[in-house]
């Protein structure tokens, strides 16, 4: 059965430490695996990985896959309370039906002043 | 502002009730994505349509029913809802499946519907 599981399902860090998610996936025919922000209620595109040991980065945030392990990591360094919010692993496989998206349960990370 | 608007933002019905959300998107996509967001459960995918044809139907129950007169506009028509159907319903789009483009699958999503059953 196909799978995203993201952990840790929630953490608490103060301003200033580094975080790190972890997203793992067991699916045929992997196409690519995107990770989204949920702050409020609109989760909004953060990354589409594609290509295994290629980092991309925005800011203070990275990311990169290890498709032969099977996960990626989400990296936020020198956090910020506005860090704060529900972030979401999602993972497409070119077996389903277009423009499907299987999506883990999320990590939500809590960032204190 | 994703470019992607959902009303209305809240919804209270009863479960005789017929009420529908409505989606419109700005941003010149061809597909169009109905999701439900219940607590501690991953969202789940319920339709997708692609240049208004429905591609996905996610063995969603009868009692939801989706219409994509355009490829701006997506509705959920809403009739004798039971309570575990309260959750938050995300509407989302992307490129569509002919852009031919590895970007054609980034979804960008709208606020969604908060809706509770009673």
């Known amino acids: 059965e196909d799978k995203v599981v993201q952990s840790p399902l929630s953490l608490v860090v103060h301003e200033g430490d580094t975080v790190t998610l972890n997203c793992s996936y067991e699916v045929t025919n992997f196409r690519s695996l995107l990770w989204y922000k949920q702050e409020k209620k609109a989760p909004t595109f953060l990354f589409m990985l594609?290509?295994?040991?290629i980092e991309k980065k925005s800011g203070r945030l990275s990311s990169i896959l290890d498709k032969k392990e099977l996960f990626s990591i989400l990296n936020i360094t020198a956090t910020q309370t506005g860090d704060s919010a529900v972030y979401l692993c999602a993972v497409e496989a070119s077996q389903w039906s277009w423009g499907k998206l299987q999506f883990g349960a999320g990590t939500q990370v809590v960032v204190t002043p | 502002e994703t470019g992607v608007t959902q009303t209305p933002r809240h919804l209270v019905m009863g479960m005789t009730n017929k009420k529908s959300l409505k989606c419109e998107q700005h941003l010149g996509h061809n597909a169009m994505y109905w999701y439900k967001q219940s607590a501690k459960k991953p969202l789940e995918l319920m339709f997708v349509?692609?240049?208004?044809?429905?591609?996905e139907n996610n063995s969603v129950p009868s009692r939801f029913s989706p219409e994509c007169p355009n490829s701006s506009h997506l509705f959920l028509h809403l009739h004798t809802l039971q309570p575990e159907d309260s959750a938050l319903y995300l509407c989302a789009s992307s490129q569509g499946e002919s852009s031919g483009s590895l970007a054609k699958n980034i979804q960008y999503f709208g606020a969604g519907t908060r809706l509770s059953v009673l």
């Open positions: 349509y692609n240049f208004k044809e429905q591609t």
């Open positions: 594609t290509s295994s040991g």
